[in-house]
């Protein structure tokens, strides 16, 4: 059995629709279905739901062969995975974004709300700006509308958060999508099945 962890939510069903398309599907994947691992014996693939920001944990330690998982995770967590592929789905930006009149006081030390923090750090090092980061883990955009912070670095998709919020985008810092990656030790010792559905994915990805 190949341990497959995929995403819950927003790119969850993306994901699932392209393992159909390669004729490992699992029909608990769709509808309202609570439990947390499913098998598709006749596929040979057990599939693990886990929190999107798990995923390359389960990866990493085992629990799971390969998984399904965002770039700006990876880059924020930089786990120890071989990254296979591009599944070009989930394609969204990491800004820097703030108040539609924002104005930066370059005199002070600047305030960013995030999850992804070694991303901000590395972005503003890189710039030798100073900051001063205060970790969130959801609606971050509820920070500079409360003066919690001056800016925030975050995930933008469609713009509509940021849009019905008053916000704008500042800066793009860097564009993110879906990867599949693979657990090193589970890459040598199940490398034909794991290269097997690495290959199918790629006959079906969108272009
Ligand atoms: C993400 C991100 C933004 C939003 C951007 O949040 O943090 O809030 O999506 O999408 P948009 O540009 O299409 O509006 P998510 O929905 O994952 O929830 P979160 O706020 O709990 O992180």
Do not use: W
Not at 129 to 148: F, K, V, Y
């Amino acid at each position: 059995m190949l341990n497959i962890a995929l995403p819950k939510g927003r790119l969850g069903d993306q994901v699932y629709a392209l393992f159909s398309r390669i004729g490992c599907d699992c029909g608990a994947l769709y509808g309202d279905d609570r439990r947390l691992v499913l098998e598709s014996p006749e596929n040979g693939v057990r599939y693990l739901l886990v929190k999107p920001s798990d995923v390359a944990i389960y990866v990493e330690y085992g629990a799971a062969d390969i998984g399904v998982v965002g770039k700006d995770i990876l880059l924020d967590s930089n786990p120890d995975v071989y990254e296979l592929l591009d599944l070009g789905i989930g394609r969204c930006r990491i800004c820097v974004a703030g108040p539609e009149d924002y104005v930066e006081d370059r005199e002070r030390v600047l305030r960013v709300a995030t999850k992804f923090q070694t991303v901000a750090n590395n972005y503003y090092s890189s710039r030798n700006r100073e900051i001063q980061i205060i970790r969130l883990n959801g609606s971050i955009e509820l920070a500079p509308i409360l003066g919690l912070t001056d800016v925030i670095v975050d995930i933008v998709e469609s713009g509509r958060t940021l849009r019905e919020n008053h916000l704008k985008v500042l800066e793009t810092i860097v564009p993110v999508s879906a990867r599949l990656i693979a657990n090193r030790a589970s890459y040598l010792f199940k490398n034909e099945l794991i290269t097997g559905i690495t290959a199918k994915l790629q006959e079906v990805l969108p272009q």
